[in-house]
């Protein structure tokens, strides 16, 4: 579990959290969603400590990772596993060594034990046969997977996955979303997926926090969105003519 | 106020760069790939224009010297001197601040802006240090060893360019490149390149882990790295030379 308390966070007159609070839930994908700008990756590179916060604490199972000092941070880091929005491969590396790449560092694991674990990596995420191929020379979407396969390598306690779908095509956006959910609930870890996408939110959303203007405006599950009193929300949520036709529908069948 | 910024930050990056490695072993692998893609990858390079500049030198000396109180051998003589004391610790080390500075910025900075850095962070590894060690290290060991190519390459460019051009004949200029040869010169030659090699490398390096933006961004950092690397090479050459020699 994580727990991200009071957050605030301000680039020169700007400020992009405010007061942010929520806890991220074991087991369950947890979806940040809100426009853009609205500070949604702002808040995810604060809980993984790549931008340092103002105020506020991001507890992981209790720690607060803003009070630790530089090696209980590493010690902390080698728990999470990330997926960037563009993948963020190796481009230098070929897609086993990308997987192999935290193992080697952090495990005494054999050639052979590392490359089995690559193996099995690229298994569960429905990749076979491109161990050998450079980052360049595969699709995104692969990417995409090639970067879930990394990220669990370490077996990690969280994931972090910053818009998983962006770029994809709506077929494969959803196959990153159910792999992304099956494995939350699989490896029972806590996943952090930040979005705009409303096919995700629908798909796997069953803990949600919608983020306006550096807020949390409205918190609750896919259920529950649709049927929101919350203006803001609401326009989000049904931000198209087809969209908002539906609700009507739906409100006055 | 913008430069004590960028010191500051650059002696935190070596600060960082020079800590504990998470696995000595990855990072031996990692500075032997280094030594290879920035030293003997730059062999080319330091070969053709040792062997041009020699020669040039060579030509540029007999016309210089061409006066009968002048003996010939002095042509050899101020080939060697100005090969051994400049050219090849200074002026092969400004053009490779151009290659290899050039290419350490636009692939740290790269992988800056793609999120690649990022994604090494928060697996908990070191990025300055598995990043910039290895380039340092690499370049320190490998550039007194391009030197001292250099240096022979462009002794026999000046021989063979010399002799074809009939500016000095060849038992001249064996001659002249004898004559009093200091050994220390060569020796601080080399000191220099070290020194050298770790100002390009690690200024690149600085350029391209802190860029932001996008493409333009990281073009933009290569440029810097070649500009600062190489005004400070020629600070440091000043320096040296003045502790060294004066």
Same mark, same amino acid.
């Given at each position: 579990m994580i727990e991200?308390?009071?957050? =605030?966070k301000?680039f020169?007159?700007?400020?992009v959290?405010?007061d942010f609070?929520?806890t991220?839930q !074991?087991?369950?994908?947890n979806?940040?969603i809100g426009? @853009?700008g609205t500070g ?12 340092e916060l103002d105020a506020g604490e991001v507890l992981?199972s209790? *720690?607060d990772?803003?009070r630790?000092?530089? $090696?209980e941070?590493?010690?902390i880091?080698? +728990? ?15 897609v ?6 935290? /193992?080697?560092?952090f495990?005494?694991a054999?050639a052979?034990?590392?490359?089995e674990?690559?193996? &099995? ?5 429905n ?5 050998h191929l450079?980052?360049s020379?595969?699709?995104g979407g692969?990417k995409k997977?090639v970067?879930i396969a990394?990220?669990i ?5 969280y994931l972090?996955?910053?818009e998983p779908?962006s770029g994809?095509?709506p077929k494969t956006?959803i196959?990153?979303?159910? /792999? ?7 490896l029972n870890?806590?996943?952090v997926v930040?979005?705009?996408d409303?096919?995700s939110v629908?798909e796997?959303g069953d803990h949600?926090?919608?983020? =306006?203007?550096?807020e949390?405006?409205w918190?609750?599950?896919?259920? +529950?969105i ?6 803001q ?5 049904y931000?198209?003519?087809f969209?908002?036709?539906?609700k ?6 | 106020?913008?430069?004590f910024f960028?010191i500051g930050r650059?002696?935190?990056l070596l600060n960082?760069?020079? @800590? $504990?490695?998470?696995k000595a072993?990855? =990072?031996?692998n990692?500075?032997f ?5 920035l030293g003997? %990858?730059s062999?080319?390079i330091?070969?053709?224009i040792?062997v041009?500049?020699g #020669?040039?030198?060579?030509?540029q000396?007999?016309f210089?010297f061409?006066s009968p109180?002048?003996?010939?051998y002095?042509v %050899?003589?101020?080939?060697r001197d &100005?090969?051994v004391l400049?050219?090849?610790p200074?002026?092969? @080390?400004?053009i490779l601040a151009g290659k290899? %500075?050039?290419?350490?910025?636009g ?10 850095i990022?994604a090494m962070e928060i697996?908990?590894?070191n990025?300055? #240090?598995?990043l910039?060690?290895p380039?340092i290290?690499g370049?320190m060991f490998?550039l007194?060893f391009l030197t001292?190519?250099?240096?022979f390459?462009a002794?026999i460019?000046? /021989? ?10 060849a038992?001249? =200029?064996?001659?002249?490149? !004898?004559?009093?040869f200091?050994?220390y ?5 080399l000191v220099?390149?070290v020194?050298? #090699? ?13 860029t932001?933006? %996008?493409a333009l961004?990281?073009?933009r950092?290569s440029t810097? *790295? ?7 090479l020629?600070?440091?050459?000043l320096?040296l030379t003045?502790?060294?020699l004066?």
């Open positions: 991200v308390r009071n957050l =605030y301000k020169g007159d700007k400020q959290l405010k609070s929520f991220f !074991q087991g369950k994908p979806l940040i426009e @853009s949604k990756s702002v808040l995810l590179k604060c809980m993984v400590g790549l931008i992981y209790g *720690a990772f803003l630790m000092n530089f $090696k941070r590493k010690l880091r080698r +728990e999470i596993g990330m997926l960037f929005q563009g993948g963020a491969l190796f481009d230098s590396m070929t086993e060594e990308n997987i192999v790449f935290p /193992l080697e560092l495990t005494d054999s052979e034990e590392k490359v674990r690559a193996n &099995s990596c690229l298994k569960r995420v990749l076979e046969n491109v161990n450079f980052p020379e595969i699709s692969m997977r970067a990394r990220a390598a370490m077996e990690p306690k972090f996955c910053d779908n994809l095509d956006s196959l990153i979303d159910e /792999l992304i959910n099956d494995l939350t609930y699989e870890i806590t996943t930040i979005t705009h409303m096919n629908l796997i949600i926090a919608f983020l =306006y203007k550096g949390k405006c918190e609750g599950n896919k259920q +529950e649709l049927h929101t009193d919350n203006k929300l609401n326009d989000f949520v931000a198209t003519k969209l908002k036709n539906f009507d529908k739906l409100v006055k069948p | 106020m913008k430069i960028n650059y002696f935190l960082k760069v020079f @800590s $504990k490695p998470e072993v990855i =990072y031996r990692r500075f790939q280094e030594v290879n893609m003997i %990858g062999l080319g330091v070969s053709i040792s041009f500049i #020669a040039v030198i060579t030509i000396a007999a210089g061409q109180w002048i003996p010939l002095a %050899g003589l101020a080939t &100005s090969i400049e050219f090849s200074a002026i092969v @080390s400004l290899v %500075g050039s290419n350490i910025a692939e740290i900075g790269t992988m800056r802006v793609t999120e690649q990022d697996m908990g590894v990025s300055a #240090a598995y910039i060690l380039k290290l370049f490998i007194p001292v190519i250099s240096m390459l002794m460019g000046g /021989l063979v360019f010399g002799v074809f051009t009939n500016a000095v004949t038992h001249q =200029y064996m001659v002249g490149i !004898q004559y009093d200091r050994p010169n060569v020796f601080y030659a220099k390149v020194v050298f #090699a770790f100002i390009i490398t690690s200024i690149s390096a600085y350029h391209g882990y802190y932001k933006g %996008g961004e990281v073009g950092s810097k *790295a070649v500009v600062y690397s190489s005004i400070t020629l600070f440091f050459d320096l003045q502790l060294l004066a």
